[in-house]
């Protein structure tokens, strides 16, 4: 089985970005393998891409329907084999149109987001990440579905982002903290166990829920925004995420391995 070792939302090759695994079996595997392959990798995804173009997006906790960089990423791998530029991949969550140049990857993700109501007790709840309920706007928060579910936490100055910090034993949940310094540039965090590591260094999915935010909370119906995140882990990555009717997220990926596991 070919697989690649990717950077994703960077063009650096070293400490920065998102790490990812693609796998392209030669024939369909099963979930529990896949589940061993993703573990031994120890990424945060590992995403097997089939001959048909369908993705199969692991964590070491199991499978998600829908995730960012694993999709950009095997769009640019799938581009890399196939030097196709304009293609669908199909993941749970419904097909994605794939845009490719040089060295980076556009992905349309599949329907709207849906925004509901935060929980009530998120005062208390950001307290154990390190932020002062002064610090945010918390009638402002939002739970947001863009495949994964978000908790995304409107945080008021950027001091109060960079002291956030994950929760020791915290085992469910995907926490987003968001500043927005403008309405081009917006700097986040996001935290979870449930992807294998306590903090992701890029959230393409979580991207997607902010842009389904904007749009109905926010009353901000198109826009373009650059996204920043991982810069706390010193793996910094940049995500652009734009929006009108379609929401679509792209950046830079790097390939730094690639190689054959037995089979």
């Not at 891409?49 to 995730?67: C, D, Q, V, W, Y």
């Not at 993700?109 to 945010?136: M, R, T």
Request: proline share 5%; glycine share 8%.
């Amino acid at each position: 089985m070919k697989f690649y070792l990717l950077n994703v939302f960077t063009r650096f090759l070293e400490n920065s970005g998102n790490q990812l695994a693609v796998v392209m079996p030669e024939e369909d595997l099963s979930d529990e393998v896949m589940l061993e392959v993703t573990k031994n990798f120890n990424f945060s995804e590992t995403v097997f891409i089939s001959k048909n173009r369908h993705l199969r997006i692991m964590t070491p906790g199991g499978e998600l329907p829908f995730a960012g960089h694993p999709t950009v990423g095997a769009a640019y791998v799938w581009n890399k084999v196939t030097h196709e530029d304009s293609f669908d991949l199909h993941t749970k969550l419904g097909t994605i149109k794939c845009q490719t140049k040089n060295d980076s990857a556009l992905v349309v993700f599949p329907g709207a987001p849906s925004v509901k109501e935060a929980p009530k007790n998120l005062s208390k709840i950001i307290q154990a990440y390190g932020v002062d309920p002064k610090d945010a706007d918390l009638e402002l928060a939002r739970s947001v579905n863009s495949g994964p579910e978000f908790i995304l936490i409107p945080l008021k100055n950027h001091e109060a982002l960079k002291k956030a910090h994950a929760k020791e034993g915290e085992k469910s949940g995907r926490f987003y903290f968001i500043f927005p310094e403008s309405k081009t540039r917006c700097f986040v965090r996001m935290f979870s166990q449930g992807l294998g590591k306590a903090e992701d260094a890029a959230t393409g999915s979580a991207a997607c829920a902010l842009a389904g935010y904007l749009r109905e909370i926010q009353n901000q119906p198109e826009g373009n925004l650059k996204i920043y995140q991982g810069e706390e882990m010193m793996r910094p990555s940049e995500i652009h995420l734009k929006w009108n009717q379609d929401i679509s997220i792209g950046g830079k990926v790097t390939l730094w391995a690639e190689g054959n596991l037995p089979t």
